[in-house]
């Protein structure tokens, strides 16, 4: 993970988010202070972490995680409740 100051990063602003979006790995900007750093990801990468955030608020995970401990091995999609999701 690339680390930089807001100075260098201000300078390689345009390459950061070319960057950002080819690697998938985010750059974080190191300001003076703590509660001045930032970090840069891609789009698509925050779309990703924002889709996972609510499939864990609203429960959908756990029932991701319990289906892949179910020793059948199979789930029938058409028995699957999707309001209850």
Do not use: C
């Not at 345009?14 to 960057?19: A, Q, S, T």
């Not at 690697?23 to 990801?41: F, L, M, R, T, Y």
Request: proline fraction near 2%; charge should be negative; aromatic fraction near 6%.
């Amino acid at each position: 993970m690339e680390i930089l100051s807001p100075t260098d990063a201000r300078k390689e602003f345009y390459n950061i988010l070319k960057k950002v979006n080819e690697d998938h790995q985010p750059v974080i900007i190191n300001g003076s202070k703590k509660e001045n750093n930032a970090v840069i990801i891609s789009q698509e990468d925050w779309n990703s972490i924002q889709e996972t955030l609510i499939l864990e608020q609203t429960g959908v995970m756990d029932k991701v995680r319990e289906r892949e401990k179910d020793d059948s091995g199979f789930t029938n999609v058409d028995e699957i409740d999707w309001d209850k999701l």
